[in-house]
């Protein structure tokens, strides 16, 4: 059964925190894996990884993707009370154009 | 701007009622997506559709209808036979697998539907 699942569901940091958030996957067929802020409202999207060992970068967050060991972590460095939110993981499968997410991790950073 | 536009933001029903929620986008795009989401447990799916006049189920169709009879257009039709429909729906679009660039879901600001 294709998965993904994402650690921890929760977190709680202080302002100039850094954080790692995780994301393992089994599915079929990899195609890219997905990473998306959700403040209450649409999930935006952060990045797209396809490769291994690359990794993407903007601003204070950045994302890399492991393909032999299944696993991503986006990692957020001097973190704001703007990065409060929820993070959503997805993995898109070859199989039916289908995306397949995590629980998602809810950050809170608190002044 | 494109986009994709949800409708309503917020809806009530009563029970044994069926509410249609309105999924509009205007970015080209051939996918189209159904979601739901409940506290502590992601986004589920719903039904999805690749093209106009084809749709396949997810996850969690019971209780759900949709139909996709314009590229632009995906409603979502919530049953009296889906037995908790209170939740969070998110539709969303993409260029689709067999398009060139990149596979990236856009999603519209969401319905938050609440049986009463």
């Known amino acids: 059964e294709d998965k993904v699942v994402q650690s921890p569901l929760s977190l709680v940091v202080h302002e100039g925190d850094t954080v790692t958030l995780n994301c393992s996957y089994e599915?079929?067929?990899?195609?890219?894996l997905l990473w998306y802020k959700q403040e209450k409202k649409a999930p935006t999207f952060l990045f797209m990884l396809t490769s291994s060992g690359i990794e993407k970068k903007s601003g204070r967050l950045s994302s890399i993707l492991d393909k032999k060991e299944l696993f991503s972590i986006l990692n957020i460095t001097a973190t704001q009370t703007g990065d409060s939110a929820i993070y959503l993981c997805a993995v898109e499968g070859n199989t039916g154009n289908q995306f397949y997410f995590g629980t998602g991790t809810s950050l809170t950073v608190i002044p | 701007d494109g986009g994709i536009t949800q409708s309503p933001k917020y809806l009530f029903r009563k029970e044994g009622q069926n509410v249609t929620l309105s999924c509009e986008q205007n970015?080209?795009?051939?996918?189209m997506y159904w979601y739901r989401q409940d506290p502590g447990q992601g986004l589920r799916l719903i039904y999805y559709s690749q093209i106009v006049n084809d749709f396949q189920k997810g996850d969690i169709a019971e209780g759900y209808s949709v139909s996709r009879e314009k590229k632009e257009s995906f409603p979502l039709t919530v049953t009296s036979a889906q037995k908790n429909p209170t939740a969070f729906y998110l539709c969303?679009?993409?260029?689709?697998?067999?398009?060139?660039?990149?596979?990236?879901?856009?999603f519209g600001a969401g319905s938050r539907l609440t049986v009463l």
């Open positions: 969303a679009s993409s260029i689709g697998q067999g398009a060139a660039g990149a596979n990236v879901l856009t």
């Open positions: 970015l080209n795009h051939d996918a």
């Open positions: 599915v079929t067929n990899f195609r890219s």
